[in-house]
């Protein structure tokens, strides 16, 4: 009986998190357009943020209960998720291909690049100390500001020649956002919950439950905000939104709860989980270069990641 209510519960919060995805990344762009941002800014800032919301909550909740290795499995496994499940399904579902803007490529690419490389060096030996989750948090800010400070002149300045108002901020945007953002956190928090509950009516391990189960429920909102933008054709947030959620991970949603107490990295995120990871970064920056995903590229993701999921079940 237990198991048809955590599937009730799967449902609802999917749906929940389908409309919550909605209202975040049409509300998003239109405020993030309003204020002046150009919108690699608001697709890495405003939409990564809060797709990324998910993660930082279940990891702080499973910290505080005691299982510190989940944060580190959770950014870990929807970084993984992100590139070769969304991306690639972006890529998939676009027309032809998605398109990286020369943005992306000359700020975020090598963003991305120096968090990976930085997480790798503190996380490799299996134990995150408290020193090194604040060297995390305070490379996250700077590159918050780094991106916000930062803008290409190119983008800027007909913004400011235009003699085109902006449009306002309408007090409708900014209460979709807030109830858009509650749903994609609410819904994250209890498909992840279901999951857990009829992983362990299944008996799974907890280790596979977190960097996998746990990581591509909280990384729905970034699936479902990517793949919307794709369809519509606008690549620079379906892009975008994985560069600044990946770099929340790592850094952000990994360094809060580490500030409060050493974590300890478990054997599947380690052995499996942070080579996976790296491996998914270098295909990004290499398609990244090129300028574009192409679908082919996008198959080759999502082929990566069943081999992935294999790994961590042991099957290959």
Do not use: C
């Not at 490389?117 to 305070?138: K, N, R, Y």
């Amino acid at each position: 009986m237990g198991i048809f209510i955590w599937a009730g519960v799967f449902v609802v919060a999917l749906i929940a998190l389908v409309k919550g995805a909605d209202w975040v990344l049409d509300s998003a762009k239109k405020i993030g357009l309003a204020l002046g941002m150009a919108p690699f800014v608001v697709g890495v800032l405003i939409v990564g943020f809060g797709t990324s919301a998910p993660e930082l909550v279940s990891s702080l909740f499973g910290f505080f209960s005691g299982a510190t290795e989940i944060p580190a499995a959770n950014a870990v496994g929807s970084n993984i998720a992100n590139i070769l499940l969304v991306i690639g399904l972006a890529a998939v579902l676009s027309k032809s291909h998605l398109t990286i803007t020369r943005n992306l490529i000359d700020i975020e690419l090598p963003i991305l690049a120096l968090a990976t490389a930085l997480f790798f060096g503190v996380a490799h030996d299996g134990i995150i100390t408290t020193p090194e989750s604040l060297i995390l948090v305070a490379a996250f800010v700077l590159y918050v500001l780094y991106a916000l400070f930062n803008k290409d002149s190119a983008e800027a300045a007909p913004a400011e020649a235009g003699d085109t108002a902006k449009p306002a901020v309408r007090v409708q945007d900014m209460v979709l956002l807030v109830l858009g953002f509650a749903l994609l956190v609410g819904g994250a928090k209890y498909l992840i919950d279901a999951v857990l509950a009829l992983s362990a009516l299944l008996n799974i391990a907890v280790g596979v439950i977190t960097i996998l189960a746990v990581a591509v429920g909280t990384s729905l909102p970034e699936l479902l905000v990517s793949v919307k933008a794709a369809l519509q054709g606008d690549a620079e947030v379906s892009v975008g939104n994985i560069f600044g959620s990946n770099a929340f991970n790592i850094l952000f949603v990994v360094g809060i709860p580490g500030i409060f107490g050493a974590m300890q990295l478990d054997t599947p995120t380690v052995a499996i989980g942070i080579p996976a990871m790296l491996a998914a970064t270098f295909f990004l920056i290499i398609s990244g270069i090129s300028q574009r995903i192409h679908i082919w590229e996008g198959m080759f993701y999502l082929l990566v990641y069943v081999f992935f999921v294999l790994k961590l079940f042991g099957a290959v």
